[in-house]
């Protein structure tokens, strides 16, 4: 009912920048909270960034300074701005949102995208 795609991903130098984004599209009432995970090899899903429906956000503390996460309602769309990036930063990086359907009004549902690659090279 719902998709989230990733797009923005790639290969990047240490020190570079990159800007990842999600559209979410389908039966859509409204979108809560949206965020940025992200999964290393070998480790666990982590939050990296996160964002309310009113743009309030908050962000681990590795990458505070360096990450910036923003959304457009108005296209159901949420971004991570990637600067001063660090080999550590390697990851496979999924958006997820908290979503309300338009049939079931009242209720919230948890989506995920596909996942996109980030290689930071040293």
């Known amino acids: 009912q719902v998709q989230l795609v990733e797009s923005g991903g790639g290969l990047v130098q240490a020190g570079g920048s990159l800007r990842l984004s999600c559209a979410a599209s389908g039966s859509i009432f409204s979108i809560n909270d949206m965020a940025w995970y992200r999964q290393a090899p070998g480790k666990q899903r982590d939050l990296v960034a996160a964002i309310t429906s009113g743009g309030s956000t908050n962000y681990a503390d590795s990458v505070k300074g360096r990450f910036t996460i923003s959304r457009d309602n108005t296209k159901n769309t949420v971004y991570l701005q990637m600067n001063s990036l660090k080999p550590e930063d390697t990851a496979v990086y999924y958006c997820?949102?908290?979503?309300?359907?338009?049939?079931?009004?009242?209720?919230?549902?948890?989506?995920w995208g596909q996942g996109t690659q980030v290689t930071v090279s040293s």
């Open positions: 997820h949102a908290v979503v309300v359907l338009t049939n079931r009004v009242g209720y919230q549902f948890a989506y």
